[in-house]
Structures are given as structure tokens and as C-alpha cells.
């Protein structure tokens, strides 16, 4: 009775948008998978996935198209990383701003590569191509937005990946941009870019709006992470700094006379970019309290079924690794 019991104790024990996600992203490949078994590939990317030229009038795919991985190790590399993932934010946020954090993270990464294949179009008139030849799906824009939250949750966290290669945690997130990049210029584009616009999407959000739950000082609300460690010269190398800073100041204080960004009161002596009220000195007390509420779930964890977002990199790499393969142009 025990031994049939397990799989129900681990199922319980993983936050509800976790697994439902998994069990949608099981369902929709598999869906997908059946109708190009039946000859439907037309239709499936039609319906299913994110295609330029089809999206304005199939506007749900800029978000299911997640939970569509088009082959099996696509499938089987966003299950080893992905629902570990979320269970260890969910966790540690809750359900609802989990679940915000994946439409966020995909649907405005979707939006974002549907706009520039559209002016890609406007500017070559190639429809063929840029228009009918993307195909967008799966997971990539949320697995690097995850990786940016690790980032800025556990960055001096050592994993393993396939028990050999060491790297920190805040390393991760720019590996992936910069093979992303690479293969951007080899003419992989897509799905590659979605890559990119992933990363960007996923630090704005957890820079400026999401809510920190449990960390209102005084009464009051604040959002993101406005720290010098989460800046974003911070994930460049020194020499573009200076010219970082000074666009990042431009579009900061833009954004925020268009009331773009979410108020927060600001210490003078801290700069514009000051967390929470109290300046530097409350803001290493909220990073402090929130680097103590990290430990003590991932010990809570510990004792739970499942793995961890560490033990997962130290199993396998493959999620970062999906087969290199051209859009085949569907019209």
C-alpha cells in the first residue's frame, strides 16, 4: 500500500500552478505531437504555436504556445528543469505571483518577437520568411527568466552541471544569452531570440514590478529589486557601464514621469534606484530577511519529495541544449 501510495505523496506535495502547468505542457505536446502525426502540421502550428503571420488572428497562442514542446527532447529537457524550477519559486512567492511571473515572462516575450518579425517583414517585404517561416513554442523565454530569479534569489549558489562543469548560479542566465546570441548569428534565429527577449523581459519584471509579498515597510507596498546588485550594468562587463548607465537613467526617469514604473519612496542619498524606505540600510535588511526566508525553504525542501533546483542542474544540462533545427516554412 505504501508503494502505491508514493506517486500520490510526490503529486501532493508539488504547489498546484506547478503542477498543473506540467500537466498542461504533458497534455498540449502531446496534442501537438498527434497531429502531425495525422498529417496536421499545417494546422497544429496554425493553432498551436506562435507563427507571425498567423498570431493576430490566433492571439491565445502568445501564451499556450508554452506548452508546446514540437519534439521529444525539447519535451523531456524542459521537464527536468522547468517544473523543479517553478516548485522551488512557488514556494517561495506563492501561487499567484508564480503564476504571474510565467504570463509575464512568455506572454510579453511572444509579443515582443511577433513585433520584430513584423518590422523585419516591413523592412526586407520577406513574408515568406518572417512572417510564415517562425515558429515560437516551448519554454526558452521562461527558462531564462527563471535563471534571472535565481539570480537574483541564490547568485553565489555553486551547481554542477552533468556532475562535472562548476559554475555560480548568477553565471548561468549570460551563458544561455550568449548561445543564444551565437546562434542568432548563424542564422538560427528562431526560436533562439526568443532567448533574448526572454532574459529582458524577466529582469524588468523582477526589477520594477513585482510585488514583494510579506515586504511592505511601514504599511507600504513596494516592487522589485532596485539593488546595485540586480542593476543592469551589473550583468555587463565594465567597459559598457558608463554608456549603460546613462541609457538606463534616461529610459528610468522617462518611464517614470509616464508613470510606467510602480512608486516607491525614494532616499535621496541612495539614488533613484532605492528599494524600500530607509535607503541603504532598510534595503540590507529586506535582502537579508529575504536571503533567510530562501534558506529556510530550500531546508524545508529538503525533506520533501521531488528535487531541487540544484540537484536538477547537477543531473543534466540538457535543457539549455535543445536540437539545432531551422523553421520549416509553413503557409
Known sequence: MAVLSSPVVLIQSIPPVTRIFTAATVLSSGVYGWLCWKGLTSE??????????????????????V????????????????????????????SVETLKFILVSVGASNIIAFAFNWL???????AELFLYGMNYHGQMALQIAVLVAFTQLIPEHQVQVLGVIKARVKTLPMAYLTLS????????????????????VGWVYLRFYKKNT???????????????????????????HYPLTLLGNFVFSLATRLHLIPSTSVDVESGAYSQIPGGARAEAERRRAMALKALDQRLANSSSPG?????????????????????????
Open 307 to 331: 528535487f531541487t533546483f540544484p540537484s536538477i542542474l547537477s543531473l543534466s544540462s540538457g535543457w539549455a541544449f535543445k536540437p539545432f533545427y531551422r523553421c520549416k516554412k509553413e503557409r
Open 120 to 126: 523585419e517583414f516591413v523592412a526586407t517585404g520577406n
Open 67 to 94: 506548452f508546446v514542446e514540437t519534439t521529444i527532447f525539447e519535451l523531456i529537457a524542459s521537464m527536468i528543469f522547468v517544473p523543479a524550477s517553478l516548485k522551488y519559486l512557488e514556494r517561495l512567492w506563492g
Open 181 to 200: 546570441t551565437i546562434l542568432c548569428f548563424l542564422g538560427f534565429q528562431c526560436p533562439w531570440i526568443i532567448i533574448q527577449f526572454g532574459w529582458f
Open 44 to 65: 497544429a502550428n496554425q493553432y498551436m504555436t506562435v507563427v507571425p503571420g498567423y498570431a493576430l488572428f490566433h492571439p491565445w497562442t502568445l501564451v499556450t504556445s
Open 214 to 240: 510579506g515586504d511592505s515597510v511601514g504599511g507600504i507596498d513596494t516592487y522589485g529589486d532596485r539593488s546595485e546588485t540586480f542593476s543592469l550594468i551589473s550583468w555587463f562587463p565594465p567597459f559598457m
